[in-house]
């Protein structure tokens, strides 16, 4: 759309006002309203994507902190005091399905007990013969053997009676029983060298890292050491690192899937960009256990220096992303847009990052980095899945089903997972019957036309739905006609001046 700059000076302020009443920002044409709650809602989104694995007490008073203690997670006290009750439902979920649906063949255990069954067997569940939960059908035995889900949080969130995520981790464990992939929840306050960093994400990330390292180590001196002080049946050898909130949800959809090409290709590090957003998630990504992926991490970590004074940083999530325009400088084209080369570009995203002090100008942060990759989302070790192209859905809605994705990001409680796929399916689900995608509320179909038809309203998509004409079965890059467009449209959010908080410059 374009606009007069006497259009945008005498309009805008005007509208800005009418926004306001409204509650909402809209574009100059009043064609994408997007009201304050949507904002809300998809920020905390945003930020709850990477914030759920509860981060501890906050103690620091930088206005980072601030900022994020605004939005982010619902602290466990908030179980059961929500106005609906969130919490205490979700008890109620548990103990009603045990005194009423049937168990299955081979068991005489309330759902309630299998549950706890499943959730307090460890890892190595894996190797052990699935005698108390008869209807699995086995995979081939160790095929998934050296792949390990990682999420690491506050043990409470994964507590098999109480804790938030304890569906989430309930159908990850019989994920593993099938599989044979082995599933770790752990405390990254085990990394005792990574309490150093007084952001929680930071210390996620070091966590990560100093694991990697460690089984890069006993690699090399052939030792088990790290795999035995966790509890593995072998060291891993690709991790899938997940956030809390990240559930299960094709149970049939072997990891192996996805890691044999990535073996083939020699890819190291696989991320994917967020749907609605366009944002390239911090907390869910894939990484081969290799020098590169370690080195990749502590890179990741080490600029944490360059949040000191900068106002919304969405943690390491924004830090991600200077990150990758930094570590794949060598393999990116110029001129994108504005940005003349590299170092312009390192400049350019750099300058955008410290001016970003809330989701609006985040977002045209995002924006420009997107710009500074250009069409390539293929690298040579590092993937980035594009939009629904990730191994987990990222649509923070409803539950879509496809064949793509093993997970669904953003399952924060299960009420709202009741709401989504029904009591009784959480019910199977728990029994290793079936993964919870099977009853999505939406057909492949119905996603196919949802995902297509989306309008672009945040400034990092650069006012195209790149996935229109082609999703689930779209190129890994992104096609030069698609790309002309949305650098066009990047280009405008990633330098964008107006006070708008979404869609489009
Ligand atoms: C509580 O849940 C009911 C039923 O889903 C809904 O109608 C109501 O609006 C909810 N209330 C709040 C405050 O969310
Ligand atoms: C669970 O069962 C109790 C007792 O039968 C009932 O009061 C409650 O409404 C039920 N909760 C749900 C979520 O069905
Ligand atoms: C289980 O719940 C359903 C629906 O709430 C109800 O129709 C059925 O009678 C219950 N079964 C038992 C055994 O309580
Ligand atoms: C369930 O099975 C266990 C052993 O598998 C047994 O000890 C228990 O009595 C059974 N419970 C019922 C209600 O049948
Ligand atoms: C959750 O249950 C554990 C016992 O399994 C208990 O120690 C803990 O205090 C409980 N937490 C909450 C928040 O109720
Ligand atoms: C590690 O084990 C492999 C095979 O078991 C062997 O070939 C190699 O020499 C061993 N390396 C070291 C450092 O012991
Ligand atoms: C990169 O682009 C900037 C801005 O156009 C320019 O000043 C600089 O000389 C260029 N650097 C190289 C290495 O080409
Ligand atoms: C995607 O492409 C593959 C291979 O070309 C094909 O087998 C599959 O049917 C396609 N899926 C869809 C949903 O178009």
Same mark, same amino acid.
């Given at each position: 759309?374009?606009?007069?700059?006497?259009?945008?000076?005498?309009?805008?302020?005007?509208?800005?006002?009418?926004?306001?009443?409204?509650?909402?920002?809209?574009?100059?044409?009043?064609?994408?309203?997007? +009201?304050?709650?949507?904002?809300?809602?998809?920020?905390?989104?945003?930020? *709850?994507?990477?914030?759920?694995?509860?981060?501890? &007490?906050?103690?620091?008073?930088? @206005?980072?902190?601030?900022l *994020?203690?605004?939005?982010? %997670?619902?602290?466990?006290?908030?179980?059961?005091?929500?106005? !609906?009750?969130?919490?205490? $439902? /979700?008890?109620e979920?548990?103990?009603?399905?045990?005194?009423?649906? +049937?168990?299955?063949?081979?068991?005489? =255990?309330?759902?309630?007990?299998?549950?706890?069954?499943?959730?307090?067997?460890?890892?190595?569940?894996?190797?052990? @013969?699935?005698?108390?939960?008869?209807?699995?059908?086995?995979?081939?035995i160790?095929?998934?053997?050296?792949?390990?889900?990682?999420?690491?949080?506050?043990?409470?969130?994964?507590?098999?009676?109480?804790?938030?995520?304890?569906? !989430?981790?309930?159908?990850?464990?019989?994920?593993?029983?099938?599989?044979?992939?082995?599933?770790?929840?752990?405390?990254? *306050?085990?990394?005792?060298?990574?309490?150093?960093?007084?952001?929680?994400?930071?210390?996620?990330?070091?966590?990560?890292?100093?694991?990697?390292?460690?089984?890069?180590?006993?690699s090399?001196?052939?030792?088990s050491?790290?795999?035995?002080?966790?509890g593995?049946?072998?060291?891993?050898?690709?991790?899938?690192?997940?956030?809390?909130d990240?559930?299960?949800?094709?149970?049939?959809?072997?990891?192996?899937? $996805?890691?044999?090409?990535?073996?083939r290709?020699?890819?190291?590090?696989?991320?994917?960009?967020?749907?609605?957003?366009?944002?390239?998630? =911090?907390?869910?990504? #894939?990484?081969? %256990?290799? /020098?590169?992926? #370690?080195?990749?991490? *502590?890179?990741?970590?080490?600029?944490?220096?360059?949040?000191?004074?900068?106002?919304?940083?969405?943690?390491?999530?924004? %830090?991600?992303?200077?990150?990758?325009?930094?570590?794949?400088?060598?393999?990116?084209?110029?001129?994108?847009?504005?940005?003349?080369?590299?170092?312009? &570009?390192?400049?350019?995203?750099?300058?955008?990052?410290?001016?970003?002090?809330?989701?609006?100008?985040?977002?045209?942060?995002?924006?420009?980095?997107?710009?500074?990759?250009?069409?390539?989302?293929d690298?040579?070790?590092?993937?980035?899945?594009?939009?629904?192209?990730?191994?987990?859905?990222?649509?923070?809605?409803?539950?879509y089903?496809?064949?793509l994705?093993?997970?669904?990001?953003?399952?924060?409680? =299960?009420?709202?997972?009741?709401?989504?796929?029904?009591?009784?399916?959480?019910?199977?689900?728990?029994?290793?019957?079936?993964?919870?995608?099977?009853?999505?509320?939406?057909?492949?179909?119905?996603?196919?036309?949802?995902?297509? !038809?989306?309008?672009?309203?945040?400034?990092?998509?650069?006012?195209?739905?790149?996935?229109? +004409?082609?999703?689930?079965n779209?190129?890994?890059?992104?096609?030069?006609?698609?790309?002309?467009?949305?650098? %066009?449209?990047?280009?405008?959010?990633g330098?964008?001046?107006?006070?708008?908080?979404?869609?489009?410059?």
């Amino acid at each position: 759309m374009r606009i007069g700059r006497h259009f945008l000076w005498t309009v805008l302020p005007f509208q800005a006002l009418l926004s306001l009443a409204y509650l909402g920002f809209c574009d100059s044409t009043w064609k994408y309203c997007v +009201s304050f709650d949507e904002i809300i809602r998809s920020s905390t989104e945003q930020l *709850r994507g990477t914030v759920d694995v509860a981060p501890p &007490a906050r103690q620091g008073t930088s @206005s980072t902190e601030q900022l *994020r203690g605004s939005v982010d %997670v619902a602290p466990p006290a908030r179980q059961g005091t929500d106005v !609906n009750g969130t919490g205490s $439902f /979700e008890t109620e979920i548990i103990v009603n399905s045990s005194s009423n649906v +049937s168990n299955g063949k081979g068991s005489n =255990a309330s759902n309630d007990d299998n549950a706890m069954d499943l959730a307090r067997q460890s890892a190595d569940l894996a190797r052990q @013969s699935t005698t108390s939960l008869a209807p699995i059908q086995l995979a081939p035995i160790g095929l998934l053997r050296d792949h390990l889900v990682l999420a690491m949080g506050d043990v409470g969130r994964f507590n098999p009676q109480n804790g938030t995520y304890r569906l !989430n981790r309930a159908f990850w464990e019989c994920y593993s029983k099938k599989w044979g992939a082995s599933v770790l929840f752990i405390d990254p *306050r085990r990394f005792e060298k990574c309490q150093l960093h007084t952001d929680w994400f930071f210390r996620r990330v070091c966590a990560v890292a100093s694991l990697v390292e460690a089984f890069v180590r006993d690699s090399k001196e052939n030792v088990s050491e790290t795999a035995d002080s966790f509890g593995l049946p072998v060291a891993p050898r690709w991790i899938f690192h997940l956030d809390g909130d990240s559930m299960l949800s094709n149970l049939d959809l072997p990891l192996s899937d $996805f890691t044999v090409p990535w073996d083939r290709e020699g890819k190291s590090l696989v991320f994917y960009e967020r749907f609605h957003n366009g944002e390239i998630a =911090a907390g869910n990504y #894939a990484l081969r %256990v290799s /020098e590169l992926a #370690a080195q990749f991490l *502590r890179g990741w970590e080490r600029k944490v220096s360059e949040t000191k004074n900068v106002k919304f940083t969405n943690s390491d999530n924004g %830090v991600l992303h200077l990150h990758l325009v930094w570590y794949l400088q060598k393999e990116l084209s110029f001129p994108q847009g504005s940005l003349q080369n590299a170092s312009h &570009a390192w400049a350019s995203v750099l300058r955008q990052f410290r001016a970003s002090k809330d989701i609006g100008s985040y977002d045209r942060f995002v924006a420009l980095v997107k710009l500074a990759l250009g069409p390539r989302r293929d690298f040579k070790h590092l993937l980035v899945g594009r939009r629904g192209h990730g191994f987990c859905a990222d649509d923070w809605t409803k539950m879509y089903l496809s064949k793509l994705h093993v997970c669904h990001h953003a399952v924060k409680s =299960a009420a709202q997972l009741v709401k989504m796929i029904g009591q009784s399916c959480i019910d199977k689900s728990l029994q290793c019957l079936q993964g919870p995608a099977v009853c999505a509320p939406q057909t492949e179909r119905e996603a196919r036309v949802k995902l297509r !038809n989306f309008k672009p309203d945040r400034f990092a998509l650069g006012n195209v739905n790149d996935i229109s +004409s082609c999703w689930p079965n779209c190129t890994r890059d992104i096609p030069q006609a698609v790309w002309g467009q949305m650098a %066009v449209g990047l280009q405008k959010n990633g330098h964008c001046l107006s006070p708008r908080m979404a869609c489009c410059c």
